[in-house]
């Protein structure tokens, strides 16, 4: 094997990190987005289309350049060229399992992989952690624009009754002065 082996291995679990986000984060059609808001009104829904759209964009960016820095980091690349090594090692000489100088290898390769993913495992509990914060910051701002909905909703029933009391206290009123001209 190559020097550059863990190097390749480093490149095609980002190349399969990228390739998973990508398909998670693909955006749903807009007719179907709209379907899940019936109550919004057009204007309303392509605004949450438009927020949606930005956030499914930035979001595997985001994780993309964190794993990469996570990558750089814990220094990922020596690790898995460590191990290649320790491997190929192994291949041509089997007695070299039972050498001191391998198990203490084997020690710090499984050290530094633990470390490593101890750092891993905070960053992505971070970028969890962000995700639900925005998740919740989403959630309060289409529940403030429900309760707009509604509220103009209202606000329209309430406008309709004025209304109808306007134009009932118009004809009462049209009826009385006409029924007192006739008394005169």
Same mark, same amino acid.
């Given at each position: 094997?190559?020097?550059?082996? #863990?190097?390749?291995?480093? /490149? /095609?679990?980002?190349?399969?990190?990228?390739?998973?986000?990508?398909?998670? +984060?693909?955006?749903?059609?807009?007719?179907?987005? +709209?379907?899940?808001?019936?109550?919004?009104?057009?204007?309303?829904?392509?605004?949450?289309?438009?927020?949606?759209?930005?956030?499914?964009?930035? +979001?595997?960016?985001?994780?993309?350049?964190?794993?990469?820095?996570?990558?750089?980091?814990?220094?990922? #690349?020596?690790?898995?060229?460590?191990?290649?090594?320790?491997?190929?090692?192994?291949?041509?000489?089997?007695?070299?399992?039972?050498?001191?100088?391998?198990?203490?290898?084997?020690?710090?390769? #499984?050290?530094?992989?633990?470390?490593?993913?101890?750092?891993?495992?905070?960053?992505?509990?971070?970028?969890?952690?962000?995700?639900?914060?925005?998740?919740?910051?989403?959630?309060?701002?289409?529940?403030?624009?429900?309760?707009?909905?509604?509220? +103009?909703?209202?606000?329209?029933?309430?406008?309709?009754?004025?209304?109808?009391?306007?134009?009932?206290?118009?004809?009462?009123?049209?009826?009385? /002065?006409?029924?007192? /001209?006739?008394?005169?």
């Amino acid at each position: 094997m190559s020097a550059k082996s #863990g190097s390749v291995r480093l /490149s /095609s679990i980002t190349k399969l990190l990228k390739l998973t986000l990508h398909s998670v +984060f693909t955006a749903c059609p807009k007719q179907e987005f +709209f379907q899940r808001f019936p109550n919004f009104t057009a204007a309303e829904q392509e605004l949450l289309y438009r927020l949606y759209i930005e956030t499914i964009s930035w +979001f595997p960016e985001n994780v993309e350049e964190e794993f990469e820095a996570m990558c750089l980091d814990t220094q990922a #690349g020596a690790v898995f060229d460590t191990v290649e090594q320790l491997l190929e090692e192994q291949s041509l000489d089997l007695l070299h399992n039972q050498s001191k100088n391998y198990r203490s290898n084997i020690k710090e390769v #499984g050290l530094s992989w633990t470390q490593a993913k101890r750092k891993e495992i905070d960053n992505l509990t971070k970028m969890v952690e962000m995700a639900e914060k925005q998740k919740g910051d989403l959630s309060a701002r289409l529940e403030l624009l429900k309760s707009k909905s509604q509220e +103009f909703s209202n606000t329209e029933g309430i406008i309709d009754k004025l209304r109808m009391a306007i134009v009932d206290y118009g004809v009462e009123h049209t009826l009385d /002065s006409s029924s007192m /001209s006739e008394f005169s």
